[in-house]
């Protein structure tokens, strides 16, 4: 596609289930990146991949977070037994280089997560 | 370790007046300063970058932005606003050799009156 896609763009789980967030960055883009954004905040790094590998998890919040991009396209976000603490808008970057410094970032428009 | 102030988290303009958006940064090392635009329901746009070239930036839709290193800050400007600039507007900064996490302010939602 022409943009970085995200699904589902609204996802309401109870708490305690596991969610499942998806990635389709821009053909041919090296570097992924996820954020989260909490309500009246800027987004907060959480993980990056250069093609499949995942070079730096050290913005995860907890082991309930997990990332993944197994084939250097598509990624996916997994939150298990969601809290009411992980209510955010969860953002993908994609980035045609190796690094974002003096590259752009493409975001998508984010998967907004609500723990009930 | 680096981070940003964004000094006011809502600013108000009449439409043909200009825009002030101010941002200081801290980081330890020479950064890479950046500004994006939200629009409700949108993702983040870059509007413009600053890289160790020209000190004065200019980006996307009139905007532009300078770099004061003695004053370490990064005010983004326009000399006037537009209906369609309603928007939250985020200072970024990024900094260290080959440095990929970006740091975001808390954003600063522009609201233009007619």
């Known amino acids: 596609g022409a943009g970085v896609s995200q699904s589902p763009r609204y996802k309401v789980a109870k708490r305690g289930q596991d969610v499942a967030l998806r990635c389709d960055p821009i053909?041919?883009?090296?570097?992924l990146f996820w954020y989260q954004q909490a309500l009246g905040q800027g987004p907060e790094f959480l993980t990056y991949?250069?093609?499949?590998?995942?070079?730096?998890k050290s913005g995860l919040p907890s082991d309930r977070f997990f990332a993944e991009r197994p084939e250097g396209s598509v990624s996916t976000l997994k939150i298990q037994r969601t809290q009411q603490e992980d209510s955010a808008v969860y953002l993908c970057?994609?980035?045609?280089?190796?690094?974002?410094?003096?590259?752009?970032?493409?975001f998508g428009e984010g998967s907004r997560l609500t723990v009930l | 370790a680096q981070s940003v102030t964004q000094l006011d988290s809502h600013v108000s303009v009449s439409e043909g007046t200009p825009v002030l958006l101010r941002c200081n940064y801290s980081?330890?090392?020479?950064?890479?300063l950046f500004w994006y635009v939200q629009h409700p329901n949108k993702g983040l746009q870059l509007l413009l970058k600053?890289?160790?070239?020209?000190?004065l930036v200019k980006g996307i839709n009139g905007f532009e932005a300078e770099f004061k290193k003695s004053e370490t800050s990064f005010h983004l400007t326009k000399p006037s606003a537009h209906m369609s600039d309603a928007a939250e507007y985020f200072c970024?900064?990024?900094?260290?050799?080959?440095?990929?996490?970006?740091?975001f302010g808390k954003g600063t939602k522009l609201s233009v009156i007619p």
């Open positions: 970057a994609s980035s045609l280089g190796g690094g974002a410094r003096g590259g752009e970032l493409f």
């Open positions: 600053y890289t160790s070239a020209a000190t």
């Open positions: 053909s041919g883009h090296v570097s």
């Open positions: 991949f250069q093609n499949e590998a995942q070079l730096d």
């Open positions: 980081s330890s090392y020479s950064p890479s």
């Open positions: 970024v900064v990024s900094s260290g050799a080959g440095s990929y996490q970006l740091t």
